[in-house]
C-alpha cells in the first residue's frame, strides 16, 4: 500500500466476495480492522463479504418499545442468531416489542459477552454468518419487534486489537480509561471509522438501533462531540440508547441520543428488596424507596446532588419525557458483576420481585427485561470468556481479586473460562415450576401496557410525582394530555395509611398486605 502525506495508506485492486486478505506489518500479518469478516479467528486473515440487504420494515415508534436483552450465546442450546430467531415469534406474544442483542462483534476465543470485540465490523462467527444475522433483523421485524444492538465504542479488547500497531494515532496515550489508552476521537478518521460502523449495523444488517456502551468514556474534545455526530448521522433512521454514567440530560435534550439505561431506578429497587448497600449501591442504601420514588418521578435520582464525600454527578431530569430512560430491574452487568452471577429473584422475596416487576412494566419509562426474567428464570449469568495460556489466567485472578471484599456480591468466584461457567449461565436449561405463571404475569401486564399505557406515552407529559406512604410503600401519579397513570406499591411493609385504588385495572395482592400492587389508568 502507498501512504498518502496525510497518513493513509491506499491500494486499489480488484475484489470479489470471499477473497481473503490481510495487511503485512514488518513482516507480521494482520487482519484488517474493518473486516466483515475474517477467514478463521481474530489473529488471521480477513475474508472479503458482500453487504447484504435486509428486507423493508415501517418500524414501530419508539414510546411503544419494551426490551428485552438477550445473548446469543447462552439464549439458546445452540447458541446461534438462526436458533435464537425462531424464538423470536414467542417474544413477540409475550408482549415483548423490542429485542437488544449484547454485542456481536468478533472477540477471540469462542465465547464471551461480547465486550471484549476488537473486531467491530465482522459478527462472531460462533453467532453466524452476516448474511444469517440479516436473518435475524428480518425474523425480528416479521415478528413485529423492532431489534437493537449493544455496540462498543469506547474500547477494544485485550487480545486480537491490531489497531494498535496498524494506527497507532488511533488511540490518545496520554489518556486512560479502565481498559487503557483512551481511542482519540478528536481524529477525523477515527470518528468516520465509528461512524461508517453505526451505519454498516443499521443499514446493512437493518437494526432499528443501538445501544452504546458506556459513552462516559469516550475521551472526545471536538467542537461537535462524537455522541452528538452519532446522533445527527442516524436521525430518523435509528435509535440511540446510551449507558452513561454521568447522568446529564444534554444530548437527550437535543435529540441525539434517544433515552439512557437509568441504574439508578435498578439500584433503588435492587437495594429495597435485597438490603445489599456494598461498591456502588452505597449511595442508594440510605433512602431507598425515597430514591425510587424520584427515579419514578424524575428519571434520575443522581442529579447534581452531593450525595456521598466524593460523588455529585447529573443535572436535573424531571423535565425529560418519561420514555427518555430506559428502566430495568436486571441486566446483563448487574447480574454478571456479582461474584456468583445471582438473579434478584435468587436475592430478595420473589413475590416481591413479582410486585417490582408489576412496577417496571407499566411504568411510563421505557422497560427492559434480561433474558429469562419474563419467566421468574433462576439460572445465574456469570462472567465468563474464553481466552487461552497466559491472558486466560490474568482474567482468573483479576475476577477473584475484584470480589476478594465484597461478602454480599457472592463470595468465591466462578472460573470464567472454565467452559461449565458458561453452560450454567443458560437461562432456560431449567426452567422454574412457576414459570408458565411467570409468563402469564408478564403477558397480562405487558397487554395492559399496549393498549391502555403505550398510547398516553405518545403524549406530554404534563405532571409526575411519586411519593412514599411508608418505609416500603409509594404512590406514584403521571398526567398526559388525555389521561392519567396512578399506581399503588408496596414492597415489604403496609402503608402507614391503607391506599384505595378503586378504579385499578390490574392489582396484585391487597392494600393491607405487605407485598401489593394496584394500577389505576384513566382516559378522557
Known amino acids: 500500500m502507498e501512504r498518502d502525506a496525510d497518513g493513509t495508506h491506499r491500494l486499489r485492486q480488484n475484489a470479489v466476495a470471499g477473497m481473503d486478505y490481510a495487511f503485512r506489518i514488518d513482516d507480521r500479518v494482520r487482519p484488517d480492522p474493518a473486516a466483515r469478516a475474517q477467514a478463521g479467528d ?34 439458546t442450546r445452540e447458541g446461534t442468531l438462526a436458533a435464537a430467531a425462531k424464538r423470536l415469534p414467542e417474544l413477540a406474544a409475550l408482549g415483548i416489542t423490542a429485542v437488544e442483542l449484547m454485542p456481536i462483534a468478533q472477540f477471540d476465543g469462542a465465547r464471551g459477552w461480547g465486550y471484549d470485540g476488537v473486531l467491530p465490523y465482522a459478527p462472531h462467527p460462533a453467532y453466524g454468518t452476516p448474511e444469517e444475522v440479516v436473518a435475524f433483523t428480518d425474523a425480528a421485524h416479521a415478528a413485529g419487534l423492532m431489534a437493537f444492538l449493544d455496540v462498543v465504542y469506547n474500547h477494544f479488547g485485550p487480545s486480537g486489537a491490531y489497531l494498535h500497531e496498524i494506527a497507532p494515532e488511533f488511540f490518545a496515550p496520554e489518556r486512560t480509561t479502565p481498559w487503557g489508552a483512551a481511542i482519540d476521537f478528536h481524529r477525523p478518521q477515527v470518528r468516520d471509522f465509528f461512524l461508517r460502523n453505526a451505519a454498516m449495523w443499521v443499514d446493512d444488517y437493518g437494526f432499528d438501533g443501538l445501544r452504546l456502551d458506556a459513552v462516559h468514556a469516550f475521551a472526545d474534545a471536538s467542537d461537535t462531540d462524537i455522541l452528538t455526530e452519532f446522533g445527527q448521522s442516524l436521525a430518523g433512521r435509528a435509535a440511540i440508547i446510551a449507558e452513561d454514567d454521568r447522568n446529564l440530560p444534554d444530548w437527550r435534550e437535543d435529540g441525539a441520543v434517544t433515552a439512557n439505561w437509568n441504574d439508578d431506578f435498578h439500584h433503588a429497587v435492587h437495594v429495597l428488596l435485597t438490603g445489599e448497600s456494598e461498591g456502588y449501591y452505597a449511595p442508594f442504601a440510605q433512602h431507598p424507596l425515597v430514591d425510587l420514588c424520584a427515579a419514578l418521578q424524575d428519571g434520575h435520582v443522581e442529579q447534581g446532588q452531593p450525595r456521598s464525600p466524593d460523588r455529585g454527578r447529573g443535572a436535573p431530569s424531571a423535565h425529560l419525557h418519561p420514555t427518555a430512560f430506559v428502566n430495568s430491574n436486571q441486566t446483563h452487568d448487574q447480574v454478571g458483576n456479582r461474584a456468583r452471577g445471582e438473579r434478584l429473584i435468587s436475592l430478595a422475596d420473589p413475590e416481591a420481585v413479582r ?170
Open 42 to 75: 481474530v489473529h488471521g486473515p480477513s475474508r472479503l463479504a458482500a453487504p447484504s440487504v435486509p428486507r423493508p420494515w415501517s418500524g414501530r415508534p419508539w414510546h411503544e418499545a419494551v426490551i428485552y436483552e438477550l445473548h446469543v450465546g447462552t439464549f
Open 355 to 524: 410486585v417490582a416487576h408489576a412496577l417496571l412494566l407499566t411504568a411510563p419509562a421505557i422497560p427492559m427485561l434480561f433474558m429469562g426474567e419474563e419467566a421468574g428464570a433462576t439460572a445465574p449469568f456469570m462472567f465468563f470468556a474464553g481466552f487461552e495460556g497466559e491472558l486466560a489466567q490474568i482474567v482468573r485472578e483479576g475476577r477473584a481479586a475484584e470480589f476478594a471484599d465484597f461478602g454480599a456480591f457472592g463470595g468465591a468466584v466462578p472460573d470464567p473460562i472454565d467452559v461449565g461457567t458458561f453452560e450454567a449461565s443458560r437461562p432456560f436449561a431449567v426452567e422454574p415450576t412457576d414459570a408458565e405463571d411467570w409468563r402469564l404475569l408478564t403477558r397480562t401486564l405487558l397487554t395492559l401496557r399496549s393498549e391502555r399505557i403505550a398510547p398516553l406515552l405518545a403524549q406530554t407529559c404534563t405532571f409526575s410525582e411519586a411519593r412514599p406512604l411508608g418505609p416500603k410503600s409509594l404512590r406514584a401519579e403521571w398526567r398526559f394530555e388525555t389521561g392519567r397513570i396512578v399506581t399503588h406499591v408496596n414492597l415489604g411493609e403496609c402503608p402507614d395509611q391503607k391506599w384505595n385504588a378503586p378504579g385499578a385495572v390490574f392489582s396484585i395482592g391487597h392494600p393491607d398486605h405487605p407485598l401489593a400492587f394496584a394500577i389505576e389508568v384513566e382516559t378522557e
